[in-house]
């Protein structure tokens, strides 16, 4: 029905529930240190309720204002609904995704580079105009014809690892290894470098080729395609060198297609 990308929500047209919806809190009804709960999946249909308490408020534009709270978000926790001690509805758990290729299905930090859990973030319900279900609903098929939606990597990818970092030197004639590792880099720097190490399981003849994205999923920058032969159970690596200085400060999503088809993506922040 309608989405926000930098606000993180989407609304979906489902049909009528049979249980009763949830009551929505008034907002900024809650404050830091109100004890709240949060109604998780447990795996096997099962449900589980859990005590958590605010512990902040953060938010910049163009993103929402959204909450903090004590605890370290398991994979069940994505989507599910954080309540006042009256059952009311405040918000809906969420955060962004892992800045690599892994996927272990919890949440992360688009930029940190490790694999550690942080905290989740609740978008408040009152975030989200109330006009914003008055819309008529276009179909998931129609979204992504229209090529708004992502689109997922494939999920047996015949990459390894990637890395983005400032530059690249090939050792021994064989090994591409990155120079200066980095998932924030500076117009000033111009060029952002990307080492895809190589690990098929399939013989492979192709094209590849590296397109990096903005926030709203517009494809902004690519480059031009390559031949590539992949042999099973060789190592391989590949290096580009991409012009950033185009860009403007911001988020950006990059991903390494074969052909056609992602087989990598990561995330990368460009300063002024």
Request: contains cysteine; proline residues 8%.
């Amino acid at each position: 029905v309608n989405w926000n990308r930098p606000q993180d929500w989407a609304i979906l047209k489902v049909n009528e529930p049979t249980g009763k919806p949830l009551e929505q809190a008034a907002p900024n009804s809650w404050k830091v240190g109100d004890e709240c709960y949060v109604v998780t999946s447990a795996g096997s249909n099962g449900r589980t309720i859990q005590t958590v308490n605010i512990t902040g408020m953060e938010g910049t534009v163009p993103s929402a204002k959204r909450l903090t709270i004590s605890a370290v978000s398991p994979e069940g926790w994505v989507g599910a609904p954080l309540l006042d001690r009256y059952g009311q509805l405040i918000g809906i758990l969420g955060g962004v995704p892992a800045w690599n290729n892994r996927r272990t299905g919890g949440w992360m930090t688009y930029l940190e580079g490790t694999d550690v859990a942080v905290n989740p973030t609740v978008l408040p319900a009152s975030e989200i105009p109330s006009a914003a279900i008055s819309q008529q609903p276009t179909s998931l098929a129609e979204l992504a014809a229209q090529g708004v939606l992502t689109t997922p990597l494939v999920i047996n990818p015949q990459v390894a690892s990637g890395v983005l970092s400032e530059d690249f030197r090939n050792s021994h004639g064989q090994v591409i290894v990155p120079v200066q590792p980095e998932t924030t880099l500076s117009r000033a720097q111009a060029h952002l470098a990307v080492v895809i190490t190589w690990g098929p399981a399939a013989k492979v003849r192709s094209v590849t080729q590296l397109r990096i994205y903005d926030s709203q999923n517009h494809a902004l920058l690519q480059t031009t395609q390559s031949k590539i032969k992949l042999e099973p159970r060789v190592t391989t690596y590949s290096a580009w060198k991409i012009p950033i200085g185009s860009l403007q400060p911001g988020i950006y999503r990059i991903d390494l297609l074969l052909g056609g088809q992602p087989q990598w993506r990561s995330f990368f922040r460009l300063t002024q």
